[in-house]
């Protein structure tokens, strides 16, 4: 099993900055997909970025250019560096790590979340 724990949530002005982090443990081999995903109220929870173990990255269109992904591999720990924040980015951000197969998922597992408020 894999346990994610993620930090680094808070209350932000629009235009500021929060680094998320996601510290992993447990049965980790075989994770080749690390991805955060937010959810605000009312909406569907949303893919933000992620990052396979080849090091590609994909962003959502709403934050590309402003939010970064990034791991560290000998911490066991995956980032969501946050440039320019702005209110819409209000949300709670969730941590995944994915063992997937083309478009198949085999597992994934989730952390606790930890909320983002950006206020205007």
């Known amino acids: 099993q894999v346990q994610l724990v993620e930090s680094g949530g808070g209350l932000v002005q629009a235009g500021g900055s929060l680094r998320l982090s996601c510290a992993a443990s447990?049965?980790?081999?075989?994770?080749?997909?690390w991805s955060w995903y937010r959810q605000a109220p009312g909406n569907q929870r949303e893919l933000v970025a992620s990052?396979?173990?080849?090091?590609?990255?994909t962003y959502a269109d709403s934050v590309k250019g402003r939010f970064t992904i990034s791991r560290d591999n000998a911490k066991n720990t995956v980032y969501l560096q946050m440039n320019n924040l702005k209110p819409e980015d209000t949300a709670v951000y969730y941590c995944?790590?994915?063992?997937?197969?083309?478009?198949?998922?085999?597992?994934?597992?989730w952390g606790q979340g930890t909320q983002v408020t950006v206020s205007s």
């Open positions: 995944n790590a994915a063992r997937m197969y083309y478009r198949s998922t085999i597992s994934t597992y």
């Open positions: 990052m396979t173990s080849d090091g590609k990255t």
């Open positions: 447990g049965s980790i081999f075989g994770i080749n997909t």
